[in-house]
């Protein structure tokens, strides 16, 4: 399976969540409503196929094991994931690289965010909360 192969599944997934979201859920006309992240990781180098995603949603926050506060960081930033104020944290010097992705919507803006980080501690103390896809 080729990059391209990954990123066009990796896009219909998202396509697919937010068809389901919308088929299911009433029609509601507040901006809130309208924010959502498709948000990924792929551990590895750029040929890895070792990805996962979820498709956080903000009102009520769900979608992945920290989304109340990933919620809570990206109405902070107004869906500005390089704005979310970066961590005091002690991490390895191991490069283990994760590539962290975002698109969606945010106040009825387009979001798209892609960056690979040395490994998860750096990720995470860039970014918050968003990419915790497990709790």
């Given at each position: 399976?080729?990059?391209?192969?990954?990123?066009?599944?990796?896009?219909?997934?998202?396509?697919?969540?937010?068809?389901?979201?919308?088929?299911?859920?009433?029609?509601?006309?507040?901006?809130?409503?309208?924010?959502?992240?498709?948000?990924?990781?792929?551990?590895?180098?750029?040929?890895?196929?070792?990805?996962?995603?979820?498709?956080?949603?903000?009102?009520?926050?769900?979608?992945?094991?920290?989304?109340?506060?990933?919620?809570?960081?990206?109405?902070?930033?107004?869906?500005?994931?390089t704005r979310?104020?970066?961590?005091?944290?002690?991490?390895?010097?191991?490069?283990?690289?994760?590539?962290?992705?975002?698109?969606?919507?945010?106040?009825?803006?387009?979001?798209?965010?892609?960056?690979?980080?040395?490994?998860?501690?750096?990720?995470?103390?860039?970014?918050?909360?968003?990419f915790a896809?497990?709790?």
């Open positions: 399976m080729t990059h391209t192969t990954h990123a066009v599944r990796g896009g219909l997934l998202a396509a697919l969540a937010l068809l389901t979201v919308g088929a299911s859920a009433p029609a509601r006309t507040t901006a809130a409503q309208s924010d959502w992240l498709y948000v990924s990781l792929t551990r590895g180098d750029a040929r890895s196929f070792d990805t996962s995603g979820a498709l956080l949603l903000c009102d009520p926050p769900h979608g992945h094991g920290r989304a109340a506060q990933a919620c809570v960081e990206l109405r902070e930033t107004g869906g500005d994931i979310i104020p970066h961590k005091n944290a002690v991490c390895t010097q191991i490069y283990a690289p994760v590539r962290a992705t975002a698109v969606g919507r945010w106040n009825g803006r387009p979001v798209t965010f892609e960056q690979t980080f040395a490994n998860g501690c750096v990720m995470t103390a860039r970014t918050g909360a968003v896809l497990s709790g």
